[in-house]
């Protein structure tokens, strides 16, 4: 069964802190990672897909990336709209759903 | 703008009565899903879709149905067979199967009331 843990499970910084937020996954043929933003209230937005180790992406003042065990968010001088709770999914070879952690509240002080 | 949208944003039921939820795409996707949302915990798969006329059970199917008769439309019962109905309920939809699969477009979700 695949399994999804993110730490920790919030995190509150000011603004220009840079901090990391860890996602560990336990998965039978791993196929993808993904990483997803959800405001309170709304649905989640799509932010990053990671296939193989190693592999690194970037948009804005996030990066994310991939070790066979786990996952990276690096948040780079972080503001206060950064603030959300993101969270992380992962695809396994065994079928086509995603398994999703609980995700982890980002709270960003000006 | 191509996206999905869901409705009623907020939605309060009694005891015993059931309810629908609308879930409309206007993406082209071939499949969509249902998820629960329940504070601290993950998104539970309820239902999905990969084509029209199937649909498969997820992870937390008791007390929900689904039907698929149009591409667009996935709408979602939530039955009074379901014992804790009270939830942030997401729709989403994806290109299809396989590969395509991965990416998830979510709706702006529905909040159910059990009162």
């Known amino acids: 069964e695949d399994q999804v843990t993110q730490s920790p499970e919030a995190l509150r910084l000011q603004e220009g802190e840079s901090s990391s937020l860890n996602c560990s996954y336990t998965?039978?043929?791993?196929?993808?990672l993904f990483w997803y933003r959800q405001d309170p209230g709304k649905g989640p937005e799509f932010l990053f897909t990671?296939?193989?180790a190693g592999e690194e992406k970037e948009k804005e003042r996030l990066k994310a990336t991939l070790t066979k065990k786990e996952s990276f968010l690096h948040i780079t001088a972080p503001k206060p709209e950064d603030s959300a709770t993101y969270l992380c999914?992962?695809?396994?070879?065994?079928?086509?759903?995603?398994?999703f952690g609980k995700g982890i509240t980002l709270s960003v002080r000006p | 703008d191509g996206g999905i949208t869901q409705s009623p944003k907020y939605l309060f039921r009694k005891e015993g009565q059931n309810v629908t939820l609308s879930c409309e795409q206007n993406?082209?996707?071939?499949?969509m899903y249902w998820y629960r949302q329940d504070p601290g915990q993950g998104l539970r798969l309820i239902y999905y879709?990969?084509?029209?006329?199937?649909?498969q059970k997820g992870d937390i199917a008791e007390g929900y149905s689904v039907s698929r008769e149009k591409k667009e439309s996935f709408p979602l019962t939530v039955t009074s067979a379901q014992k804790n109905p009270t939830a942030f309920y997401l729709c989403?939809?994806?290109?299809?199967?396989?590969?395509?699969?991965?990416?998830?477009?979510f709706g702006a979700g529905s909040r159910l009331t059990v009162l």
């Open positions: 989403a939809s994806s290109i299809g199967g396989g590969s395509g699969a991965n990416v998830l477009t």
């Open positions: 998965v039978s043929g791993l196929r993808g």
């Open positions: 990671l296939y193989s």
């Open positions: 999914a992962v695809r396994g070879g065994a079928n086509s759903k995603l398994t």
């Open positions: 993406l082209n996707h071939d499949a």
């Open positions: 879709s990969q084509i029209v006329n199937d649909f």
